[in-house]
């Protein structure tokens, strides 16, 4: 079946714009996350989505990012202003549930570059 | 805090040969373990996850992996490399918050597995 996809793969951007990153999870998955995976710091979460709740954002960096998720479906990270330590591989993963004991499964990952 | 340690960052192995990458963990009450896989310029795929039970658990493409209480550790194994085995493979670890699940995955920094043949 599908699996999670992501868009765009790559994404060159100058520093000072904005860019939008879009995930579309894996069909009746009711968990999303968002994590980047830089050479520096490794893998890092940055924001999940369950259901209808809340979305946890202890991860995002700071208030240029921003993420949504609409219909339960479909999510968009934001991030505003871009600097160049925002480059990096920006992994989507959705999971049946929000259960901790439940497997994520990972998109392909958008790489951006900001110069 | 909670953490997941991959002590090494490259393993390198002879084909046909038996493999194991090291995993510890720190995290609160009972964990759930898990590992996975990247290919160059992949996501990440799952290969195996332990959550309860038997403490060996098997996964995708022959692997394995030994939880270790005492130890606190998740070794990942396998009894024969292969080249097509190499990739990065990252340790991560989730567990049950008080009052609900939470789902982030709190990864290792990633092992390099080099397979030659």
């Known amino acids: 079946g599908a699996g999670v996809s992501q868009s765009p793969s790559n994404k060159v951007t100058e520093k000072g714009k904005d860019v939008e990153l879009r995930c579309d999870p894996i069909?009746?998955?009711?968990?999303l996350y968002w994590y980047r995976q830089s050479l520096g710091q490794g893998l890092e979460f940055l924001i999940y989505?369950?259901?209808?709740?809340?979305?946890?954002k202890s991860g995002l960096p700071s208030d240029r990012f921003s993420a949504e998720r609409t219909g339960g479906s479909v999510s968009t990270l934001t991030i505003q202003r871009t600097q160049q330590e925002d480059s990096a591989v920006y992994l989507c993963?959705?999971?049946?549930?929000?259960?901790?004991?439940?497997?994520?499964?990972f998109g392909p990952g958008t790489r951006l570059t900001v110069l | 805090a909670q953490s997941v340690a991959q002590p090494e960052d490259q393993v390198n192995v002879a084909e046909g040969n038996p493999l194991t990458v090291k995993c510890t963990y720190s995290?609160?009450?009972?964990?759930?373990l898990f590992w996975y896989v990247q290919y160059p310029n992949r996501g990440l795929q799952f290969l195996l996850k332990?959550?309860?039970?038997?403490?060996l658990v098997k996964g995708s493409y022959g692997f394995e992996a030994e939880f270790n209480k005492s130890q606190t550790s998740f070794h990942l194994k396998k009894p024969s490399a292969l080249v097509s085995d190499s990739a990065l493979y990252f340790c991560?670890?989730?567990?049950?918050?008080?009052?609900?699940?939470?789902?982030?995955?709190?990864f290792g920094k990633g092992t390099k597995l080099s397979v030659k043949p």
């Open positions: 995290v609160s009450g009972n964990p759930y």
């Open positions: 989505f369950q259901g209808n709740s809340a979305p946890d």
């Open positions: 993963a959705s999971s049946y549930s929000g259960s901790s004991y439940n497997e994520q499964f």
């Open positions: 991560a670890a989730n567990y049950l918050f008080k009052g609900g699940s939470q789902g982030n995955l709190i």
């Open positions: 332990y959550i309860t039970g038997d403490n």
């Open positions: 069909s009746g998955h009711t968990a």
